[in-house]
């Protein structure tokens, strides 16, 4: 089970990125004929952060502990040190940015500059953080990677 969690927190963390580039695209080209695709791509957005948070949160608090102790041990104790460190807390900023897109995409879109200004902000916002919590993930899946190869390595010898 934890194999799958492990997989789908990622995977809704993409969906939510590339949702955020399809709200930005569509709010850079406006129109009474595609305002209802924004505001779904801005409600995919909240579900995708969500269930990634809820999906990591589980696993964090669930199994993290064994490879927080694999990682600290092994060559690259930065994988937690700094990257998971920083992850759980800049996670919160794309939470709290996905769950006020819906709401910025509720304004007139069509007619005020403003709105859309708030909205393809807040869509690049999630967009640079997602990605920024991405490459964390990786750092640290990596890092238990290179300890456990680490560890072996020094078994053979």
Not at 15 to 25: D, F, N, P, R
Not at 90 to 111: E, H, R, Y
Not at 116 to 139: D, H, K, Q, S, Y
Request: with cysteine; charged share 10%; glycine share 8%.
């Amino acid at each position: 089970m934890s194999n799958i969690i492990l997989m789908a927190h990622p995977t809704f963390g993409v969906l939510a990125i590339l949702c955020s580039v399809w709200v930005l695209a569509e709010t850079l080209n406006i129109s009474a004929g595609n305002v209802s695709r924004v505001r779904l791509a801005c409600l995919l957005v909240s579900i995708f952060i969500g269930l990634t948070w809820i999906l990591g949160g589980y696993w964090y608090v669930t199994y993290y502990a064994v490879e927080k102790a694999i990682i600290l041990k092994g060559p690259w104790p930065f994988a937690h040190d700094f990257f998971m460190e920083t992850k759980e807390h800049l996670f919160f900023i794309p939470l709290i940015l996905a769950f006020f897109l819906p709401i910025a995409a509720k304004s007139d879109l069509v007619s005020s500059k403003g709105a859309r200004n708030v909205v393809m902000a807040t869509a690049a916002l999630i967009i640079l953080c997602g990605l920024a919590i991405e490459g964390a993930g990786a750092t640290i899946n990596l890092g238990v990677k290179v300890a456990l190869i680490d560890t072996s390595h020094k078994q053979a010898e």
